[in-house]
């Protein structure tokens, strides 16, 4: 036998050895939670758990191969080279992964240990062949794994993609499908880039690049999951040809729940959604799945609405959509649910249910799953000449050509609605006082449509007759048309409101606290004293919590900077998140007199109320006033805690706007403290009447 058929036969050998760890790895999570064993909030077993030791002579072999590539890593990055900056991440990827998994304890098989090898090995060949100007991987097809740089913390993070043999770089764009991945608990960075390495997934279309993100861990693609979707499928496109057009979004288990929070929120950006199992809201799959009595206090529940599906769901009527479960599959309650609401909108949902199934995809409706999408491929998507899309806050502000500006309440369903007939342009509103209307070029034809003539409007006052809009723009040349409107004074008027200074929420400034971790942001640790101790004390431990949770579930390592050395530019491009009181922060201090909260030394007051300082601290979240461009938060990262952790349906934002909490109760699996009360700002960032609960 000839020596080449020999390493080929080797290599394969290798191959199937870690595709069998990877099995073991990927299969029996779903047993372990789902259960009233994890509704105990004194007893929270570890997100993901504590991995094994790794054995010393193991340990030394993986730590010379990460710091032979990391001393690569560096010398390349010493080069500034923009080409070599580039692509990069494709190789740090390997190295962070396996650090993270040595550091942090997160090796949780041995059989990880040959993976992690493979890795390094991987890494080390990549960082060769772009030192040489080689860059292999970026011609690849079939399995590729890529690397990015996050605008959340900077870190870099991995996705896969599955590239079609035949594909050709610069020629015909091809469709793009992509794929979330289910819950699994022992997955986090190694795990997942080895799994892209040797697993194609659960698709594999023809004439298709599938890409996989990791979202982050396990969030259900929520959050900085979210985010993590939306910045591997820019990296994809500036290096794939990919039609945007032709995008679907796909996923089964906690990746079929990330697929119906894309569907019904970005109804305008996939030619077709493919959710199946996972869960479309929280209370009713707490209770069923977890046997949980809920009992949230009302700002939790109604930031419920954020993900939950159901009161999005006329935006199904913008987006086809192709449902699937199991017969036998307990998860078949989130597409039952949907399709409820569904009829509730007066139409059905398209539901392909596997025949004796259970939490799995049967051949037969995986076919006819691809059969359909196929066919809804050949249209792409069209512009609409009629449109419906609900809201319940401006972080999801825009359909095809309709964009909201401004609502007369968060957290309540806000609905567009409009048809064109001839050139009358009417338009149903609920809950929205600024939109514009922008259709783009070509969507009209300048040779036989003249453009709009005349805008019906609701009245801004119930019961009032309707606006009739006349003297409006001319249709552009290109078949493009645009106009606004707001309302004021209980009348309709064209144009935004006037630019008076004032304070409005819009589109990544309407909070909640959740929301400033879904940009860059930049922890402030403070370098002074505080004026009280036990707030002092609580500020450092709970920043200490905030750095390790960051990065435990959100994968990424939080930027931080002292107070003193915060910068100009710090302020112009990251939200702030502020930690200490105006003794200790001095980023605090510098802007505490215009946030709407009187905080000295004796006294701590908001909207009506005052508390003593000495055990309280204001949590909250507010347009930095030294940048109205971006947030400051006092106090707080992202929300949800250890016990929320144990359930993606309840990893929702459990703090709204702002809240009191008394650090004199020590925080716990669900809560930061004793929340004392808590509430909303208004659209204009006020206090709002009656709007303050206690706790």
């Known amino acids: 036998m000839k020596s080449s058929q020999v390493f080929r036969l080797r290599v394969r050998?290798?191959?199937?050895?870690?595709?069998?760890?990877?099995?073991?790895?990927?299969?029996?999570?779903?047993?372990?939670?789902?259960?009233?064993?994890?509704?105990?909030?004194?007893?929270?077993?570890?997100?993901?758990?504590?991995?094994?030791?790794?054995?010393?002579?193991?340990?030394?072999?993986?730590?010379?191969?990460?710091?032979?590539?990391?001393?690569?890593?560096?010398?390349?990055?010493?080069?500034?080279?923009?080409?070599?900056?580039?692509?990069?991440?494709?190789?740090?990827?390997?190295?962070?992964?396996?650090?993270?998994?040595?550091?942090?304890?997160?090796?949780?098989?041995?059989?990880?240990?040959?993976?992690?090898?493979?890795?390094?090995?991987?890494?080390?060949?990549?960082a060769t062949r772009l030192e040489l100007g080689d860059p292999y991987w970026t011609k690849q097809t079939g399995l590729v794994v890529r690397g990015y740089r996050s605008k959340l913390d900077d870190?870099?993070?991995?996705?896969?993609?599955?590239?079609?043999?035949?594909?050709?770089?610069?020629?015909p764009p091809l469709r793009c499908d992509l794929w979330f991945h289910g819950r699994f608990e022992k997955v986090v960075e190694p795990q997942f880039i080895l799994q892209r390495m040797q697993n194609r997934g659960e698709i594999s279309p023809l004439r298709t690049i599938v890409l996989h993100p990791f979202g982050r861990f396990s969030n259900a693609f929520k959050f900085a999951g979210e985010v993590d979707v939306w910045e591997a499928l820019e990296h994809a496109q500036a290096n794939y040809t990919i039609d945007p057009d032709l995008i679907a979004v796909r996923g089964f288990s906690m990746g079929g729940a990330g697929a119906w929070?894309?569907?019904?929120?970005?109804?305008?950006?996939?030619?077709?959604?493919?959710?199946?199992?996972?869960?479309?809201?929280?209370?009713?799959?707490?209770?069923?799945?977890?046997?949980?009595?809920?009992?949230?206090?009302a700002w939790e529940q109604k930031l419920w609405n954020w993900y939950d599906c159901p009161g999005w769901v006329g935006n199904l009527l913008m987006i086809p959509t192709i449902a699937y479960s199991g017969e036998n599959d307990r998860q078949k309650q989130a597409a039952d649910v949907m399709a409820a609401a569904c009829e509730k909108n007066g139409f059905e949902l398209t539901h392909i249910i596997g025949p004796k199934m259970g939490h799995q995809i049967d051949p037969g409706s995986k076919a006819e799953i691809e059969r359909r999408l196929a066919l809804i491929n050949?249209?792409?998507?069209?512009?609409?000449?009629?449109?419906?899309?609900?809201?319940?806050?401006?972080?999801?502000?825009?359909?095809?050509?309709a964009q909201i500006y401004g609502l007369q309440n968060h957290w309540e369903a806000s609905r567009f609605g409009a048809t064109i007939e001839h050139d009358v342009l009417t338009v149903s509103l609920d809950n929205i006082t600024d939109f514009e209307v922008d259709f783009p070029p070509g969507t009209f034809s300048p040779s036989n449509f003249e453009g709009i003539g005349t805008i019906e409007v609701p009245a801004g006052k119930k019961g009032a007759r309707s606006q009739t809009?006349?003297?409006?723009?001319?249709?552009?040349?290109?078949?493009?048309?645009?106009?606004?409107?707001?309302?004021?004074?209980?009348?309709?008027?064209?144009?935004?409101?006037?630019?008076?200074?004032?304070?409005?929420?819009?589109?990544?400034?309407?909070?909640?606290?959740?929301?400033?971790?879904?940009?860059?942001?930049?922890?402030?640790?403070?370098?002074?004293?505080?004026?009280?101790?036990?707030?002092?004390?609580?500020?450092?431990?709970?920043?200490?919590?905030?750095?390790?949770?960051?990065?435990?579930?959100?994968?990424?390592?939080?930027?931080?900077?002292?107070?003193?050395?915060?910068?100009?530019?710090?302020?112009?491009?990251?939200n702030l998140i502020l930690w200490g009181d105006p003794g200790s922060n001095a980023v605090i201090a510098r802007i505490v007199d215009r946030l709407p909260i009187g905080w000295t030394a004796d006294t701590l007051s908001w909207a009506s109320?005052?508390?003593?300082?000495?055990?309280?601290?204001?949590?909250?979240?507010?347009?930095?006033?030294?940048?109205?461009?971006?947030?400051?938060?006092?106090?707080?990262?992202?929300?949800?805690?250890?016990?929320?952790?144990?359930?993606?349906?309840?990893?929702?934002p459990k703090l709204p706007d702002w809240a009191v909490i008394d650090v004199s109760v020590p925080p716990n699996s669900r809560w930061p403290g004793k929340v004392v009360s808590a509430g909303f700002f208004s659209e204009s960032w006020e206090w709002p009447k009656n709007e303050v609960e206690s706790r």
């Open 155 to 171: 870190t870099v993070q991995p996705y896969g993609l599955v590239i079609p043999e035949n594909y050709l770089a610069g020629g």
């Open 609 to 652: 109320a005052v508390a003593g300082p000495d055990r309280h601290v204001p949590v909250l979240i507010y347009p930095n006033p030294l940048n109205p461009d971006r947030y400051v938060v006092l106090n707080s990262s992202f929300t949800y805690r250890e016990y929320d952790y144990l359930n993606n349906a309840r990893q929702t």
């Open 261 to 297: 929070h894309f569907a019904v929120h970005y109804p305008d950006r996939f030619f077709a959604a493919n959710p199946g199992a996972g869960f479309s809201e929280t209370p009713e799959f707490l209770r069923v799945f977890q046997s949980e009595t809920l009992a949230p206090p």
């Open 13 to 126: 050998f290798r191959q199937c050895l870690l595709a069998m760890a990877l099995a073991c790895v990927f299969t029996g999570r779903f047993a372990k939670g789902d259960g009233p064993a994890d509704n105990a909030l004194d007893n929270v077993r570890p997100i993901p758990p504590a991995g094994i030791a790794v054995p010393t002579e193991t340990r030394s072999k993986l730590e010379a191969s990460l710091k032979e590539l990391q001393e690569r890593i560096a010398a390349l990055r010493s080069r500034k080279d923009a080409a070599v900056d580039r692509l990069l991440p494709d190789v740090q990827i390997f190295s962070r992964a396996v650090d993270q998994a040595l550091r942090f304890n997160e090796f949780f098989d041995e059989r990880e240990f040959a993976g992690a090898s493979e890795l390094l090995k991987e890494g080390l060949q990549r």
């Open 378 to 401: 050949h249209d792409g998507r069209a512009i609409p000449r009629n449109l419906s899309f609900t809201t319940w806050t401006l972080r999801y502000d825009r359909c095809n050509w």
């Open 469 to 574: 809009l006349k003297d409006l723009p001319k249709l552009q040349s290109d078949g493009s048309w645009r106009y606004r409107m707001h309302l004021e004074d209980e009348t309709w008027k064209p144009g935004p409101f006037p630019a008076t200074g004032a304070l409005r929420k819009r589109h990544g400034l309407q909070g909640p606290i959740d929301d400033a971790f879904m940009e860059s942001f930049l922890f402030v640790k403070p370098t002074g004293p505080a004026r009280h101790p036990a707030v002092g004390e609580w500020a450092a431990k709970e920043l200490d919590h905030a750095i390790a949770h960051w990065r435990q579930q959100m994968r990424g390592d939080a930027r931080v900077k002292a107070d003193t050395e915060i910068t100009d530019d710090d302020i112009a491009r990251h």
